[in-house]
């Protein structure tokens, strides 16, 4: 969707105040000039509101300042998407979609003429894209692709054909990053895997069909079927290979979601607040009761994990960075962040009762909207799974067998470590049930998320917020290292229906 601006915001001015016109504007469209939950219940969005936002130019903090953007600096890019999130998480990931998943990638392996076009494109007439990796019979295994595409020499072309589905932007998107396999000398799919630019008004990406997507609802998802033609210069050039390019755009990616989830947490514990302080019950506020307030304190200790980690993400991880082996940070921080967005969600729904189990209220709105990011990215389970397997690769590399040994050196955990010496002073057991690599990935994914708390800590960050949060989390990593440990392998029954219908014991 090509939208001419009328009035250029200035992209120059300092963050701060780029920010805070951004958040004034948000407020003016979602709260003043519409009605929020009215806005939000209803599938797209109004285009003159996405115009508006637009012409605020949030996109431009993905966009190296020679490109006429503000630098891509990472920790303005997270400021805008937190902004964003306080105000609508689908918002928020309109604006990741474009950052991470198409404007980054374009940035880092694009070619001069992609980039001086492109940028231009985003810049001048608020073009937005998206990046189509999934397809209906390859999601998680997405190696696995069945897109394919083959090399013209006569027409320095790449001809691209597949189908791809969940597709964030679908439709809407002026400008796609397809991911495809190319063929070897036999006629089969190779192994590695490209990233092409296309252009979406040149044709050749048919919308067969539009998702009723559960949550979400100002983005619109679907099956795209992909039979395209794209110049040779608007093919990704990767340092290495195809696949390490796409670890680092997915790793880089993962690292970012902070900036979705911190705004989404302030607010909802904004909400749960405002609305604790002012629902009589029993006589009393809930704020008085302590179950109230336990709910509450998980609530703020989320908030300052997320900052904890959007503070390391933006000291550790520049544009430039190569992130292709921050598998560790990148799979903890995206799995515990996203588990909290949504637990959050969950809490504010309890907190606020019948009232909140409305699609047009904050609460019921947030568990759908949140429940996905669970999911994308890379699903949480296989993403738990994957932190244990890259600590044991380590030991093993080290040849060190005792894990608290082993974390007690490592820098992502090397503070956090030392208040579970009891728990982890154990020699690990390198053939382990998936089921144990995933507990015991969520309770290293937790100490990884401590170690950034901590650290954010020593830097002056709200003392009383950053202990509670660690009494928080200390807790969970202990719940997790208990199930982890813990003997019980309960195994599906296969064919279960036998003699397990509770009524024939009664009529026995
Ligand atoms: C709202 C939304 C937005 C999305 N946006 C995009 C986008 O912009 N671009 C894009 O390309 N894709 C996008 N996706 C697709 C998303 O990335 C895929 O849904 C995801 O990769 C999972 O693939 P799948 O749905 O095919 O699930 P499957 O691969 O079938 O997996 C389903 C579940 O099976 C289990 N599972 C799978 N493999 C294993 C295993 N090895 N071990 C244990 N358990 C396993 C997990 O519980 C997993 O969640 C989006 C999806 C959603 C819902």
Known sequence: MNIEVSKSFNIKKDIISFIADYKEKLTELFNERNDEDQLLTNRGLPPYIL??????????????????GRGAVTSEALSMLEASSYQSLPLSLMMGINGALFLQPLANYGSEEAKRNVFEQFIKKKNMGGLMITEPDYGSDALKMQTGFSYSESTNTYKISGLKHWAGLTGWADFWLITARGFDDKGDLGRDIGFFIHDSSKGGIDVIEYYKNLGLYMLPYGRNKIEIEVPAEYRLEPTTTGVTMML??????????????????RRMLDEAILHCKDRIVGGVNLFKYDQVRERLARLQSYFTVSSAMSYFTSVNVPLTADTSRMDVAANSIKSVVTDYMHEASQSLLQLVGAKGYRLDHIAGRSMVDSRPFQIFEGSNDILYQQISESVLKMMRKSKETNLYNFLKNYNLTENAVGYFKELLNFELDTKMKQRQLVE?????????????????????FNSD?????????????????????SNESPDVIDEYEDGSSWIQFIRA
């Open 440 to 460: 015991l990935g969520k309770a290293l994914g937790s100490i990884v998320s401590m170690e950034m708390t901590i650290r954010l800590g020593e830097k002056g």
């Open 248 to 265: 680092d755009i997915l790793h880089r990616s993962r690292l970012q979601f902070p900036g979705m989830s911190t705004g989404h947490l």
């Open 465 to 485: 917020m950053i202990l509670n949060s660690l009494k928080v989390i200390r807790s969970e990593i202990t719940s997790s290292l208990s199930t982890f440990s």
């Open 51 to 68: 115009r508006e936002v637009l012409e605020c130019n949030p996109l431009s903090t993905f966009i190296p300042a020679e490109y006429n």
